[in-house]
């Protein structure tokens, strides 16, 4: 059975910084792109970052490039997202996912963990 289960969430002052991480289990990953996505109440679930495989493919949300970075370790089938900077606006339940290279859409998500950001 493959699960994903994000860790690191928490209440954190405004310009503070957090570290997600989610491990993955039941499967191999290889050649999965490995993502996070948020969602605060009232609004629909956006895609924050995303990252190949190798690593050597990257995408954010404009509105965190420079202050959140995806990173993947494949030894450990986990990825992770540092956010710095954050601000009340970040606030929202963070998910990570998994899709297969080739696939559109994601296919495996975690449970989500709560980011609370306090001005």
């Known amino acids: 059975q493959v699960q994903l289960v994000e860790s690191g969430g928490g209440l954190v002052q405004a310009g503070g910084s957090l570290r997600l991480s989610c491990a993955a289990s039941?499967?191999?990953?290889?050649?999965?792109?490995r993502a996070w996505f948020r969602q605060a109440p009232g609004k629909e679930r956006e895609f924050l970052a995303a990252?190949?495989?190798?690593?050597?493919?990257?995408s954010y949300l404009d509105s965190v490039k420079g202050r959140f970075t995806i990173s993947r370790d494949n030894a450990k089938n986990t990825v992770y997202l540092q956010m710095n900077s954050l601000k009340p606006e970040d606030t929202a339940v963070y998910y990570c996912?998994?899709?297969?290279?080739?696939?559109?859409?994601?296919?495996?998500w975690g449970q989500g963990t709560q980011v609370t950001v306090s001005s």
């Open positions: 039941g499967r191999t990953f290889s050649n999965y792109v």
């Open positions: 996912a998994a899709r297969y290279i080739s696939r559109r859409e994601y296919e495996y």
């Open positions: 990252i190949s495989w190798s690593g050597g493919t990257i």
